[in-house]
């Protein structure tokens, strides 16, 4: 990656794409999704964590 | 003896110093290896060629602590982006775009985008921030987008979609400004232009919304690529070019039709030719310098002349006409002159600062100052010792015509002292000499060439 000492803006990259035009439009799509699904899988972790730590305290 | 520039320290990889009158790059390691990328590139031998990116050479002895070391020329008077006009600012920002897209064809990315790495030089914008290049990788977006449109674009709209000055914007806050200001500055129809929408509105929107996620692994997972960076460059540079500003010199030409302008000028100007000879300067500065005319014949004798006019049309209409060479155009009120700012107040030198004239043209000015803006005579003329260098100056009497415009709606007792020929010359002889004098036709004005004492 480049070493960036300037705060580029996330939402400045993403619409970078889009002004891309179509092909970037599908990129930030894609971006997005991803986005979308690691946030998706990351607040499923979380909720699993929680319902694991909740059994084990009414376990003990 | 290596000094600190104090404008450059942000970029880790490179930083200029000064040791002596030379000019140099200090690099890290990385910063040597994106510049021996850059050295190998054509991009670098055409742009240098053309005039478009400042000369540069690799140099044997590099002082302690860096990796490596680039020389450069120096610039003959460094100005900043808020002391330039429309046209100015279009044609740097064109540039900008230009080396952003030949770059990424040789595989280069420019990091940031920012007017002050560049500088008017003879007339035309040069890039002057070598270590703002590096290798491009794959994947990666334009870093320097949004950088881009806060202080190019946006300060651009502003001039010609509203009809604002953004010199005060820019060096009231040099970031420039956000998606956000822009929309709500815009009106209502040039809010809605495509190019508004995307830039503006959507740009204000979405970085609301994605403050402070990290977004660069998701764009290069899903396939972005330079194609991208290029299209967007392509249209923001027909955007820019599409953006024009009337800039109309009516107040100017109105001025040119005065009797005194028409009448005095060729005397003033021949004046002004045997002051010159006399103090054989090499950095005049044109204080009011209004169309130019003066600060041309400065620079046709040869010198540096810095041109300043807080009235930015009739620099504007000086820049456009070509007239630049040898010539700095500064926009700046001589009463509020640009000021020292930035990181520390160190950063952005003061304008006076960077001036250091060897000699002073104060034609048709004085009388604004004492009249218009009520600085004391005796303190305009301490002002004007303090360059410490010969004094071209026009006097005008308080019977002039142009003074009698001036003081329309002021009572004597709102006016200084010192303002009569008799008690002026009081005041000029405790700073300077009088080596020349003219009595110019009208019978109210007269011109002066000075010495310091």
């Avoid at chain 2, 031998?45 to 020329?73: C, F, K, M, W, Y």
């Avoid at chain 2, 040869?302 to 500064?330: F, Q, W």
Wanted: charged letters at 25%; hydrophobic letters at 40%.
């Amino acid at each position: 990656m480049i070493f960036g000492y300037l705060d580029a803006g996330s939402g400045s990259l993403i619409l970078q794409a889009i002004l891309g035009g179509l092909a970037g439009i599908a990129v930030a799509f894609k971006a997005w999704k991803a986005r979308m699904m690691g946030k998706r899988a990351i607040a499923q972790a979380e909720k699993e964590a929680v319902s694991d730590e909740t059994s084990v305290n009414s376990e003990s | 003896m290596i000094s600190a520039d104090p404008g450059s320290f942000r970029d880790p990889a490179s930083h200029v110093v000064f040791d002596g009158e030379r000019v140099l790059r200090l690099l890290d390691d990385r910063g040597l290896e994106a510049w021996q990328q850059l050295e190998s590139s054509t991009f670098f031998s055409n742009a240098v060629e053309s005039g478009r990116l400042i000369s540069t050479t690799q140099i044997d002895d590099v002082p302690d602590g860096a990796v490596g070391a680039l020389q450069h020329p120096r610039i003959p008077f460094v100005s900043y982006p808020y002391e330039w006009t429309f046209s100015m600012l279009k044609d740097a920002a064109l540039l900008q775009l230009d080396l952003l897209a030949e770059a990424l064809a040789a595989g280069i990315t420019i990091k940031d985008a920012t007017p002050f790495n560049i500088q008017f030089v003879e007339g035309n914008p040069v890039f002057i921030d070598i270590g703002s290049f590096e290798k491009y990788r794959d994947g990666e977006p334009w870093i320097g987008y949004r950088q881009f449109t806060r202080q190019f674009l946006f300060p651009l709209m502003l001039r010609a979609w509203a009809d604002l000055p953004f010199q005060p914007w820019l060096r009231g806050d040099m970031e420039g400004p956000t998606a956000g200001d822009m929309k709500q500055i815009l009106s209502g129809g040039k809010r809605l232009k495509p190019s508004a929408l995307m830039h503006v509105s959507l740009q204000a929107r979405i970085e609301e919304r994605m403050s402070g996620a990290s977004v660069r692994s998701d764009l290069k997972d899903a396939g972005f690529s330079a194609d991208l960076i290029l299209a967007n460059v392509r249209k923001l540079r027909s955007l820019i070019e599409s953006m024009t500003w009337d800039h109309g010199v009516e107040g100017w030409s109105e001025y040119q039709s005065c009797d005194h302008v028409g009448r005095d000028r060729e005397t003033k100007a021949e004046f002004l030719r045997g002051a010159l000879a006399r103090s054989n300067p090499k950095r005049v500065i044109d204080l009011g310098a209004n169309d130019g005319y003066f600060s041309v014949i400065a620079a046709e004798g040869g010198s540096l002349a810095i041109a300043v006019d807080g009235y930015e049309p009739v620099l504007e209409e000086l820049y456009r006409t070509g007239h630049g060479e040898n010539i700095a155009i500064v926009v700046s009120e001589l009463t509020n002159p640009s000021p020292a700012q930035g990181w520390a107040g160190q950063e952005r030198p003061a304008l006076m600062d960077r001036a250091k004239p060897d000699h002073v043209i104060a034609y048709g000015v004085i009388h604004h100052l004492i009249y218009t803006a009520s600085i004391p005579p005796v303190t305009v003329l301490d002002w004007l010792r303090s360059f410490d260098a010969p004094t071209t100056l026009e006097f005008v009497s308080p019977d002039d015509e142009m003074v009698a415009k001036l003081t329309a709606n002021k009572l004597e007792l709102e006016l200084h002292p010192g303002r009569s020929e008799a008690d002026f010359r009081v005041l000029l002889d405790r700073n300077f000499s009088i080596r020349q004098e003219h009595a110019l036709e009208g019978g109210t004005r007269v011109i002066f060439d000075l010495v310091p004492n």
